[in-house]
C-alpha cells in the first residue's frame, strides 16, 4: 500500500539513535540524531517530512528545520495525514475542551505547544481575541490554516499572531508581529482569580500576561489577607493585584518596565483599591536594597524574576542570581512572615532552583519552613516525555523567628 506521505522527503535516524524514545512519545529529533547528508541540509525550513529509522521503518511525520538544533518535530505518527484545517481543528477542540472545564472565562493558555499536540505553537485567549506565538518553522508555513482552525473552533473575532522573543531565534525565524484577524483596540481587561489584569497584546511581554502564575496566584492569596506585601518583578502586578484581591493591607510592586507598572497601575483602579496600591520603578536588586536601607519589612514578599537560566549554558550564573534573589527578599520579610520564590527557568529544575533558594535565605542569616512548592496551572499541561513542559516552579516559605 503507498501512502501519500511517501512524495516528501524522508530523513532517517543514526543507527544509534534512540528511534525507541520517538516511538514512545518523545516530540523531538536533534541535528545530531540524523544522517545529515547534502540533501536533508537544503530542507526549506517547515518543510514537512517523513521520518524513519535507521532500518527505514515509518516512525512520523515531522516539521523539519535544518537551522535548528532541533531538526524535526513530531506532528502525527499516522503516513496518510494532511496538515490541512481539519486537522488543526481536531487538535484545537481537544485542546478547548480541556479548558472549558478547567474555567468558566475565557481567559487561559489554550495551546501549549507540544503538550497539545502542535510543536513549538503557543496560543493565549483573551476572551474573543487569541495571542499565537508560533516559535516553530513548520508552524510559520502553516500558519494560515492554523488561523483558520482557531477562528473556526474558538469564534475568536480578533487572532494575533507575535512572532517575537527568544524560541524564535534560536529557530532561525525572523521577529515579527501581525493581526491576522480582527484588530485590537488598547489594552484587555483580564479577571483572574478576583483580580483584574490589563494586558497589552501588542507592546507587552509574550503575548501580554503570564497565565501560568494563576494557581500560585491563588495560593499566594491565601497568605495575604491583613498583611503588607512586597511583589517584586511585578510585571503588570501578577502576585500583587492577586493579593489587593484577597484584602491585602498594602502592596508594593516593583518592575524595571514602567510601561508594565502602568498597566499594573490600571488594573487597581478597575479594582477599586488603587489606594492600598504603590509602585516603584527600578532594578529588582537595587531596589530590595534600597527598601532594606531605609529598614522596611514585609510580612509577605513574592519575586518572580524572568528566566535567569533559559539554557544549560547559562544554568550556574542563573542559580547564583536566584540565590541572590533568595538572600535579598528573604532580609525584606519578618519573623514568622512569608516568601516566595519562583522560576521560570527549565534548565534549573526543581531540585537545583530548590537549593539555590535554601542557600540564598541562609546566607541571609535567616532560617524558614517549606510550606509549599507550586507548579503551573493545568492549562499549561506537561508531557511526561519532554522536561521543558515543566518549567515553571514556585516556592513558599514561612519565616522562623
Known amino acids: 500500500m503507498t501512502h501519500p506521505s511517501e512524495s516528501l522527503p524522508t530523513i532517517r535516524l543514526k543507527p544509534k539513535a534512540n ?50 538544533r532541533i531538526f524535526a518535530r513530531v506532528l502525527d505518527r499516522d503516513p496518510d495525514t494532511a496538515f490541512d484545517e481539519a486537522w488543526f481543528a481536531a487538535r484545537v477542540q481537544h485542546a478547548l475542551a480541556h479548558r472549558e472545564t478547567l474555567y468558566s472565562e475565557p481567559f487561559y493558555r489554550l495551546i501549549h505547544a507540544e503538550s497539545d499536540g502542535l510543536p513549538g505553537v503557543i496560543v493565549d485567549r483573551f476572551g474573543d481575541t487569541l495571542v499565537i506565538q508560533p516559535n516553530a518553522a513548520w508552524a510559520d508555513t502553516l500558519i494560515a490554516p492554523l488561523v483558520s482552525a482557531l477562528k473556526s473552533v474558538t469564534g475568536a473575532t480578533t487572532i494575533v499572531m ?21 484588530a485590537v483596540d488598547g489594552v484587555v481587561p483580564v479577571s483572574m482569580n478576583g483580580a483584574t489584569y490589563m494586558a497589552d497584546l501588542m507592546g507587552g511581554q509574550k503575548t501580554g500576561l503570564f497565565f501560568d502564575q494563576r494557581d500560585n496566584h491563588a495560593y499566594a492569596q491565601s497568605l495575604v489577607k491583613g498583611k503588607r506585601v512586597l511583589d517584586v518583578f511585578s510585571h503588570v502586578g501578577g502576585f500583587g493585584l492577586a493579593a489587593l484581591a484577597a484584602d491585602a493591607t498594602s502592596v508594593t510592586c516593583v518592575d524595571s518596565s514602567a510601561a508594565a507598572l502602568e498597566l499594573a497601575e490600571q488594573g487597581a483602579t478597575a479594582m477599586g483599591v488603587a489606594d492600598k496600591f504603590t509602585t516603584r520603578k527600578g532594578d529588582a536588586f537595587d531596589t530590595m536594597a534600597a527598601l532594606l536601607a531605609e529598614g522596611e519589612k514585609f510580612d509577605v514578599v513574592i519575586c518572580d524574576p524572568p528566566a535567569f537560566a533559559p539554557s544549560k549554558p547559562a544554568l550556574e550564573k542563573g542559580l547564583r542570581a536566584y540565590e541572590r534573589v533568595a538572600k535579598m527578599a528573604a532580609a525584606l520579610v519578618v519573623d514568622g512572615g512569608y516568601l516566595g520564590l519562583c522560576s521560570c527557568s527549565h534548565a534549573a529544575d526543581l531540585e537545583k532552583f530548590r537549593n539555590s533558594c535554601n542557600r540564598g535565605i541562609g546566607r541571609a542569616q535567616k532560617s524558614a519552613q517549606l510550606i509549599h512548592t507550586g507548579f503551573a496551572g493545568a492549562d499549561h499541561p506537561l508531557m511526561p516525555q519532554l522536561a521543558e513542559s515543566g518549567y515553571l516552579k514556585g516556592l513558599f516559605y514561612r519565616m522562623m523567628p
Not at 32 to 50: F, H, M, Q, S, Y
Not at 162 to 182: P, V
Open 19 to 68: 528511534a525507541r524514545a520517538i516511538r514512545h512519545g518523545s516530540p523531538w529529533v536533534f541535528d545530531n540524531e540524523l544522517v545529515v547528508d547534502r540533501r536533508t541540509k537544503t530542507l526549506t525550513p517547515g518543510a514537512i517530512a517523513r521520518l524513519e529509522d535507521a532500518e527505514r521503518n515509518f516512525l512520523a511525520l515531522v516539521g523539519v528545520n535544518p537551522n535548528s
Open 162 to 182: 507575535n512572532g517575537t522573543g527568544r524560541a524564535r531565534g534560536l529557530e532561525g525565524l525572523a521577529e515579527k508581529m501581525d493581526i491576522m484577524e480582527g
